[in-house]
């Protein structure tokens, strides 16, 4: 089994800045996406940002120019750099991994979910 563990959320004034880190652990072979969603509240979860395992990169319009999502593949860690943080950026934030097991297939595992909640 794998598990997603996320750190880095907390409560930042506007126009600071977090990182977000999300781990993951167990027999994972290769990881073929990861990705950063977010919900508010009482709103739907929406995606802010995925990597595949070439690189690519893609952001939601609402975040682009100032969220950077990275990984790390030697500790299976993705990252969220988010700057010029805004009030409407406050979620609860979730990683997503798309894993291939060793001797499975791929599945998707989520993150428990870290607060960001930004001040006016």
Do not use: H
């Not at 990861?34 to 990597?51: D, F, H, N, P």
């Amino acid at each position: 089994q794998v598990q997603l563990v996320e750190s880095g959320g907390g409560l930042v004034q506007a126009g600071g800045s977090l990182r977000l880190s999300c781990s993951a652990s167990g027999n994972i072979f290769s990881i073929n996406v990861m990705g950063w969603y977010r919900q508010a509240s009482g709103k739907q979860r929406e995606l802010v940002a995925t990597i595949t395992g070439d690189d690519n990169t893609n952001y939601a319009d609402s975040v682009k120019g100032r969220f950077t999502i990275s990984r790390d593949d030697a500790k299976n860690t993705v990252y969220l750099q988010m700057n010029s943080l805004k009030p409407e950026d406050t979620a609860v934030y979730y990683c997503k991994f798309i894993v291939n097991l060793r001797n499975a297939g791929a599945y998707q595992y989520w993150g428990q979910g870290t607060q960001v909640t930004v001040s006016s």
